[in-house]
């Protein structure tokens, strides 16, 4: 039988990702959470698991070379890949929200600058409320940009707020619940429907 492609983002969803998939009864023997290896086995040689950067993951199943992936809604809703969005997983909970310094205005004569590692969500959320915007997109400690000018609010993901709280900033507005979810290729979706099905029957008993 052809291998089943799983892709998982390193960071951290991964460990939860990777215990859901435990619990599932699908197990990686080579699997320990300090591994550097980028492609392990499942202990039935079915499951081929590839280790990929968040921002790569998309691209992978959209390509094919991975059949099936776990990934944030947040990056679903920002890439847009096309690709089925088949489970929600109920794992890697958080919030997309709109954040700032207490005292920060969110209507004025002049945009509003705001930083962002989700530039299209966050044009869609501010046209909605009508509220005239520049974004600056940014890869990473998005937290910083109002810290030093570089920007009056951010869009990004809460999950503890411990970020938010120990740089002084608050959540001004909230866009939408996230958590993680399965994504499937669509030629895989014809050419591998039992394998996936069967896959998608294991993660079901548990998340039920
Ligand atoms: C994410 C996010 C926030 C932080 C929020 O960043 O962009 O900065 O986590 O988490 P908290 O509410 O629990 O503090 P991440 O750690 O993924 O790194 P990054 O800043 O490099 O994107």
Known sequence: MEYLTLAIATGRTSKKAM????????????????????VIYDETKTVKLIFVKTADLTTYVEKGAADIGIIGKDTIMEEQPDVYELLDL??????????????QKMQSEA???VATKYPLITKSFFDEKGIRIETIKLNGSIELAPLIGLSNVIVDIVETGTTLNENGLVQLDKIIDISA?????????????EQIGQFITKLKAILE
């Open 181 to 193: 979810r399965l994504i499937v290729n669509k030629a895989s979706f014809a050419t591998k429907t």
């Open 90 to 103: 109920n794992l890697g909970k958080c919030q997309l929200v709109v954040a700032g310094f207490p005292n």
């Open 111 to 113: 945009p509003l600058i």
């Open 19 to 38: 215990a859901l998939l435990e619990e599932s009864g699908i197990s990686f023997p080579d699997y320990h959470k300090k591994t550097r290896k980028l």
